[in-house]
C-alpha cells in the first residue's frame, strides 16, 4: 500500500502477515479450484484523485505568421477525499506546517514541446 496507516484488513487466522505497509495472504495450496473468499483493507490515501470529465483542444493555424496556435480546455474534478464543511483559507494555512500531506491537487503535468512559445494557464477562479 502507498502508506503505513492501515487502518483495518480482513484477518485470517494462519493465513495473512502484515509488515508495515505489505500485507500477504497465503499460502492457499488446499483450496479447490474456482474457490474464492472475500477481503476488505481499509487504509489511507492521501494524494488527489483526478478524473478528466471532459477535453476540448482548440487548433488555430495562421496562413500569414505560419504559426499554429494550441489551447486545451480540461475539465478536472478531484474524486478523492471531500471537505467538510466550507474551505477555509485561513485554516488551510494555518496547518500547513503541521500537516504536509493534503488531497489538494498540487500540480498538473503537462509536457510540452521544446519551442512551445507563449505558454499560459488560468483555472476557473481566474489563478
Known amino acids: 500500500f502507498p502508506t503505513v496507516n492501515v487502518i483495518g484488513y480482513t ?8 509488515n508495515t505497509n505489505i500485507i500477504t495472504y497465503g499460502s492457499f495450496s488446499d483450496q479447490e479450484p474456482g474457490a474464492f473468499d472475500e477481503l476488505s483493507v ?6 488527489a484523485i483526478l478524473t478528466v470529465k471532459g477535453l ?3 487548433l488555430e493555424i ?10 486545451e480546455h ?9 471537505l467538510k464543511g466550507q474551505f ?8 500547513q506546517f503541521i500537516h504536509h500531506e493534503t488531497t489538494m491537487a498540487r500540480d ?3 509536457k510540452l514541446p521544446a519551442h512551445a512559445s507563449d505558454v499560459y494557464y488560468r483555472d476557473e477562479i481566474g489563478n
Do not use: I
Open 11 to 18: 484477518q485470517k487466522p494462519g493465513l495473512v502477515s502484515r
Open 42 to 47: 481499509h487504509y489511507e490515501f492521501q494524494q
Open 56 to 58: 476540448r483542444r482548440d
Open 62 to 71: 495562421s496562413h500569414w505568421g505560419g504559426n499554429l496556435a494550441v489551447e
Open 74 to 82: 480540461f475539465n478536472l474534478t478531484h474524486d478523492g477525499a471531500k
Open 88 to 95: 477555509s483559507r485561513l485554516e488551510y494555512q494555518q496547518t
Open 108 to 110: 498538473f503535468l503537462v
